[in-house]
């Protein structure tokens, strides 16, 4: 059975910072495709950064230079650091793992297990 526990989350002030935290079980975060998504009040789920099981990493524009993805084998956990955060970073934040049919994964379809999400608010 594939868990994905994501934490970290929380009330920040804009231009501060959180770290998210995926804990996974059931499968290794180094063998797939791992990444987190938002989803927005009223909107779907949009995808922000990944790590291949290269350990390669790749992002959406909007938050490249201050979100980063990255794991620790040893915890098979995988992170999100997040700098500079605006309030339009207000959102549920997700960590999934990557379907194996795809090699940059960004739709939510193209994904195969997910985390309950952990609330991300940033207040003006």
């Known amino acids: 059975q594939v868990q994905l526990v994501e934490s970290g989350g929380g009330l920040v002030q804009a231009g501060g910072s959180l770290r998210l935290s995926c804990a996974a079980s059931?499968?290794?975060?180094?063998?797939?495709?791992m990444a987190w998504l938002r989803q927005g009040p009223g909107k779907g789920r949009t995808f922000l950064a990944g790590?291949?099981?290269?350990?390669?990493?790749y992002y959406t524009d909007s938050v490249k230079g201050r979100f980063t993805i990255s794991r620790d084998n040893a915890k098979n956990t995988v992170y999100l650091q997040m700098n500079s955060l605006k309030p339009e970073d207000t959102a549920v934040y997700y960590c999934?793992?990557?379907?194996?049919?795809?090699?940059?994964?960004?739709?939510?379809?193209?994904?195969?297990?997910w985390g309950q999400g952990t609330q991300v608010t940033v207040s003006s």
């Open positions: 999934a793992l990557g379907s194996t049919s795809y090699y940059y994964p960004e739709e939510e379809n193209e994904f195969d297990y």
């Open positions: 059931g499968r290794t975060v180094s063998d797939y495709t």
């Open positions: 790590i291949r099981w290269t350990g390669s990493t």
